[in-house]
C-alpha cells in the first residue's frame, strides 16, 4: 500500500513550457485534492475531485486544469508556466465518511524561469 | 474569506518543556479540526484531529478546541529536538456541500537541547 504518490520530484521549466503532475491513490479514496505551497506559507487548494468524472476550483485555479477519469488518477495540468507557479505542490486524499483527515504525496518542487 | 490563522513563531521551547501552539478560524460553522506536522522539505503528516469541545490526548499531544472562542490548539508535552517542524493548523469547512480543508500559514517550532 503506496500511498499517495506524485511524479516527478522535481522540475525545471521555461516560461511558457507545458507540464502534467501525477498524482496516483492506492487507497480507494473518493476524494482528491491538488494544493500548491509557496515559501513560508500555508497550503492553497487549487482543485478538487469528489470521484471520478468531477472536479472543481480551488481557491488559486487560474494557470491550472485538472482531470479524473478514474478514482486512482488526480493530474494537475500547468499550460504556459509563468514564474508565479514555482512552488510545491502536494497533492492528497480522503476518504468519504472520513471526516477530511487527508493524506499528503511526498510533493513535487517545481521552478519556473 | 473563511480564515485561519496562527501565529508564524519561530517559538523556541527547551527540550523537555511544553510547547503550546495556537489557532483561530473564521467560519463558525466548522466541524472539524486537524493538526498536521511538516518537517522541511517534507509534506504534511497528520498528527491529531478534534471535532467536539475539550481535549484530546494521543501520547505527548493533546488537543483543545473551544467552538465558542473559535479556537483550537496544541499542547506537546516533553517536547523533543524530533518535534522541531511546522505545525500546520487545518480546519474543514463546507463549500456548497463539498467539504474542504483551510490551513494556516504554520507555526515554525524549534526544540532547543
Known amino acids: 500500500n503506496a500511498g499517495v504518490t506524485q511524479t516527478p520530484k522535481f522540475r525545471i521549466l521555461k516560461i511558457g513550457q507545458s507540464m502534467t503532475l501525477q498524482c496516483t491513490q492506492d487507497m480507494n479514496h473518493n476524494y482528491m485534492y491538488w494544493y500548491r505551497q509557496d515559501p513560508g506559507m500555508g497550503l492553497k487548494l487549487i482543485y478538487y475531485?469528489?470521484?471520478?468524472?468531477?472536479?472543481d476550483k480551488g481557491e488559486v485555479p487560474n494557470g491550472y486544469n485538472v482531470s479524473r477519469s478514474t478514482t486512482e488518477d488526480f493530474p494537475l495540468r500547468l499550460e504556459l508556466a509563468a514564474p508565479s507557479q514555482t512552488s510545491v505542490y502536494f497533492c492528497a486524499s480522503t476518504a468519504i465518511g472520513d471526516p477530511n483527515e487527508q493524506y499528503f504525496g511526498p510533493g513535487t518542487r517545481l521552478t519556473v524561469t | 474569506q473563511k480564515e485561519v490563522e496562527q501565529n508564524s513563531g519561530p517559538l523556541s521551547v527547551p527540550e523537555g518543556a511544553i510547547a503550546s501552539l495556537n489557532c483561530t478560524y473564521s467560519d463558525r460553522g466548522s466541524q472539524s479540526f486537524f493538526w498536521y506536522r511538516q518537517y522541511s522539505g517534507k509534506s504534511p503528516e497528520l498528527i491529531m484531529s478534534i471535532y467536539s469541545n475539550g481535549d484530546k490526548e494521543d501520547g505527548r499531544f493533546t488537543a483543545q478546541l473551544n467552538k465558542a472562542s473559535q479556537y483550537v490548539s496544541l499542547l506537546i508535552r516533553d517536547s523533543q529536538p524530533s518535534d522541531s517542524a511546522t505545525y500546520l493548523c487545518a480546519v474543514n469547512i463546507l463549500d456548497f456541500g463539498n467539504e474542504k480543508l483551510t490551513f494556516g500559514t504554520g507555526t515554525r517550532l524549534t526544540i532547543i537541547p
Open positions: 475531485s469528489v470521484g471520478a468524472g468531477i472536479t
